[in-house]
């Protein structure tokens, strides 16, 4: 696929990647290791994608189940065909008896096994070493948009903006040489830039709503995420993009501040600064809800002027393939985006960002001011939240045809949205639950 050469901008806003890889085709060699089943019979992926689907923390069933029996994780990637019950499952040296049973245990799914050439643990330490190695010497000039592995287990994909063809080449053959796996390098990517509805919602609040964050006079527009509740405290927060608090800190030097809603301008609660509200390297972060309001356990649904809300049922993850709802304030929902990759990581305002997952639609088109907002997948057992929007990749052009809360000639939409993932960590890390 040839790369984007649009500008790219942050979702409230961060830029994101332009260029994205197709899912590689199952190999000659795959295996059916579960049978098909009719199709009248009921197909839910969640609980394979549950057992199989690792992160970049380690903390997937497989992980654990293999730290537990010593038999080590070959695991490699998970890849869904949307709308089938096909899955292609690429792991490295012989799969361990537990995972055998998971697989077992769910008929319903044909899974293809494929050989792969290395496990996603080795290509996380290949990633953050191929990060690294990007960060000193000749190569910190050059302009890096963001590392992650490839779909297939195949290896890491190196995002990079305007650099030349020798440049791109020497980049491939020095981070082959040091980090051992293969390397794909991508040129003229946009690069990820900082920046910073629906739109009048009232207590209790939902998530997908239009909110303002104040610094004096100023304010960023972003969305809100979910409505937690604090583990320890049992206070009620709705959690946003980290980087919508930082875009204000840059912008006016306060530290902290006031949330309102978009529209009426209603007061919501606070933001700050402080470690215990926000994870930078998640781009994750949570604003207490103000005294005498709630938080509900839903998020608006439809369009940036939609009443709708809908229960989410639980924290998931993101299997490749999967079809994706973002639910961003400025831009409504959107449920043709289809994940592409994951466990990427990049750099924002000098902000490493962790666990990040890619998601592409050829119709609709996510916008400035959807930072923070949910990623919801329905399944025929349930709503699920995925994480959270932090990016998109595209121009202003893609907003044409699109009805957006908040519109002027400077927002960026984009058919790419980059979203955190493993939503359930981010939500440990910060010491809260779904409400």
Not at 11 to 37: F, I
Not at 137 to 163: C, E, H, K, M, Q
Request: aromatic share 6%.
């Amino acid at each position: 696929m040839s790369p984007r050469t649009s500008r790219i901008t942050a979702v409230a806003v961060l830029a994101a990647l332009g260029c994205l890889h197709a899912l590689h085709a199952p190999s000659a060699e795959a295996t059916a290791v579960a049978a098909p089943v009719s199709a009248s019979e009921a197909f839910d992926l969640d609980e394979l994608v549950a057992a199989l689907d690792a992160d970049v923390s380690g903390a997937s069933e497989v992980s654990a189940r293999a730290a537990e029996t010593g038999e080590g994780s070959g695991y490699g990637s998970l890849v869904t065909q949307p709308g089938s019950s096909v899955a292609d499952l690429y792991w490295k040296g012989r799969i361990p008896p537990r995972v055998a049973a998971v697989l077992a245990a769910n008929p319903g799914i044909r899974v293809r096994l494929h050989e792969a050439r290395w496990s996603l643990d080795e290509l996380v330490a290949a990633r953050d070493a191929a990060f690294d190695l990007m960060q000193v010497g000749r190569f910190a000039r050059l302009d890096r948009v963001a590392i992650g592995p490839l779909p297939d287990s195949s290896g890491i994909t190196v995002l990079l903006g305007a650099v030349s063809a020798g440049e791109a080449r020497s980049v491939d053959a020095m981070l082959t040489a040091r980090t051992g796996v293969r390397v794909v390098v991508e040129v003229d990517v946009p690069e990820i830039v900082p920046a910073v509805a629906r739109q009048s919602d009232e207590s209790p609040y939902s998530g997908g709503a239009g909110i303002r964050l104040y610094g004096g006079d100023s304010s960023a527009y972003c969305s809100s995420g979910v409505a937690v509740v604090g583990k320890s405290s049992g206070r009620d927060y709705l959690t946003t993009a980290a980087h919508c608090n930082r875009a204000v800190v840059l912008n006016t030097g306060h530290e902290s501040g006031v949330v309102k809603t978009f529209g009426a301008l209603e007061t919501v609660g606070a933001w700050t600064t402080s470690a215990s509200w926000v994870e930078l390297d998640r781009d994750a972060a949570i604003l207490p809800i103000r005294s005498g309001a709630t938080g509900s356990g839903k998020v608006y649904w439809g369009s940036p002027s939609s009443s709708q809300t809908r229960e989410v049922d639980a924290a998931s993850t993101s299997p490749i393939g999967a079809t994706v709802c973002p639910s961003g304030a400025n831009s409504g929902t959107h449920c043709d985006f289809t994940v592409k990759a994951k466990n990427f990581v990049y750099e924002l305002s000098g902000q490493v960002v962790q666990n990040v997952v890619w998601a592409t639609s050829s119709g609709g088109a996510v916008a400035q001011g959807d930072s923070g907002g949910p990623v919801i997948r329905e399944t025929s057992s349930g709503r699920y939240l995925l994480g959270f929007i932090s990016g998109l990749s595209g121009d202003s052009g893609d907003c044409n045809g699109q009805t957006l809360a908040y519109r002027d000639a400077s927002v960026v939409c984009g058919h790419d949205v980059f979203y955190i993932g493993n939503v359930a960590s981010v939500l440990d890390e910060l010491n809260v639950r779904l409400k």
